[in-house]
Nanobody, 127 residues
Framework: QVQLVESGGRLVQAGGSLRLSCAAS????????MGWFRQAPGKEREFVAT????????VYADTVTGRFTISRDKAKNTVYLQMNSLKPVDTAVYYC????????????????????WGQGTQVTVSS
């Protein structure tokens, strides 16, 4: 059974940092792009960041560029999201996802391109 399990979300003050982790089990995703999305109350799930299968390419939403960094450790089958300079608008449930197609040069930004999803981890940024 394929599982993606996010962790690391918690309450943090504005300006603080968090590192989210997403551990995959049940299969390896070393040939697939991985992505992070987030969903705030009353809003649609939105793209945050993606990393391609090799780790050579990353793409970020404009709202997080320069503050967030996505990375992956293939040996651990884990993807990370380092979040710095957090703002209250970053408050959301953060989800990781695995691409539906292998060996893409760039990870997709459309959530419909992702096949597997985690259950989410709550990040709350207080002002």
């Amino acid at each position: 059974q394929v599982q993606l399990v996010e962790s690391g979300g918690r309450l943090v003050q504005a300006g603080g940092s968090l590192r989210l982790s997403c551990a995959a089990s049940g299969r390896t995703f070393s040939s697939y792009a991985m992505g992070w999305f987030r969903q705030a109350p009353g809003k649609e799930r939105e793209f945050v960041a993606t990393i391609n299968w090799s780790g050579s390419s990353t793409v970020y939403a404009d709202t997080v560029t320069g503050r967030f960094t996505i990375s992956r450790d293939k040996a651990k089958n884990t993807v990370y999201l380092q979040m710095n300079s957090l703002k209250p608008v970053d408050t959301a449930v953060y989800y990781c996802a695995a691409d539906d197609r292998p060996f893409r040069a760039y990870g997709p930004q459309d959530r419909r391109e992702y096949r597997y999803w985690g259950q989410g981890t709550q990040v709350t940024v207080s002002s």
